[in-house]
């Protein structure tokens, strides 16, 4: 059976600033596909990678049927 490392975050737009802290926090070389869910109401704009900018993780959208992935560990 393959390994996934898997870090999953949920919360309401009320964790929101929480999240963020917890995102810039995470090591640069975070050896785990991390995956953030935020409830939020079906006309929001879908803002949260753009809030959770770190330039050592790759921080995007999912899309539908997109494999998960994890960076390498670097030595």
């Known amino acids: 059976m393959a390994r996934r490392d ?4 949920g919360c309401s737009l009320g964790g929101v600033e929480a999240v963020h802290r917890l995102v810039a926090a995470l ?3 975070l050896s ?3 995956f953030v869910v935020i409830h939020m109401p079906p006309c929001a704009r879908n803002y949260l990678a753009d809030l959770l900018r ?10 539908d049927a997109e ?3 994890s960076s390498p560990i670097s030595p």
């Open 27 to 29: 090591p640069p070389k």
């Open 67 to 69: 494999p998960i992935k």
């Open 54 to 63: 770190n330039p050592s993780l790759d921080i995007k959208a999912a899309q």
């Open 6 to 9: 898997i870090i999953v975050i």
């Open 32 to 34: 785990a596909s991390l």
